[in-house]
C-alpha cells in the first residue's frame, strides 16, 4: 500500500503566503504525475496544479496562475505547493494526489492524501 501525508495548512491573512508539502510513502515502485486538488465547503473539489513525473509538464487551474507553483523531488517522493498573494477565495481543503504502482506488474493506481485546511483570512 501507499500512503500521502499532507502538511504545512493554516491560518493566512490575505495576500499572504504558505506552503504545502505532500510525501509519498509505503512500497512505492514508481510515481507518475502528483497533483493538487482543493474542496472549498459547498463545492466540488477542483483541480490546483499537476505535475508529471519528470517535472517536464505542468499544469495550473486559471484561478491560481502566477500565484501558485507546483514542484517535487523525486528523490524524497514528494509534491509542494508554493502559495502566494493568497485570496480568501482559495479557502479550501488542499488534497495532494499522485499516480502510484506497487510493483513493475502492478496497475497505476490514483492515491488521495487526507487534506489540510488552507484558510485565508484577516
Known amino acids: 500500500q501507499a500512503q500521502l501525508v499532507e502538511s504545512g495548512g493554516g491560518l493566512v491573512q490575505p495576500g499572504g503566503s504558505l506552503r504545502l508539502s505532500c510525501a509519498a510513502s509505503g512500497s512505492i515502485f514508481s510515481i507518475g504525475t502528483m497533483g493538487w486538488h482543493r474542496q472549498a465547503p459547498g463545492k466540488e473539489r477542483e483541480l490546483v496544479a499537476t505535475i508529471t513525473s519528470g517535472g517536464g509538464r505542468i499544469n495550473y487551474a486559471d484561478s491560481v496562475k502566477g500565484r501558485f507553483t507546483i514542484s517535487r523531488d523525486n528523490a524524497k517522493n514528494t509534491v509542494s505547493l508554493q502559495m502566494s498573494s493568497l485570496k480568501p477565495e482559495d479557502t479550501a481543503v488542499y488534497y495532494c494526489?499522485?499516480?502510484?504502482?506497487?510493483?513493475?506488474?502492478?496497475?497505476?493506481?490514483?492515491?488521495w492524501g487526507q487534506g489540510t485546511q488552507v484558510t485565508v483570512s484577516s
Open positions: 494526489n499522485a499516480l502510484i504502482v506497487l510493483d513493475s506488474r502492478g496497475s497505476w493506481r490514483n492515491y
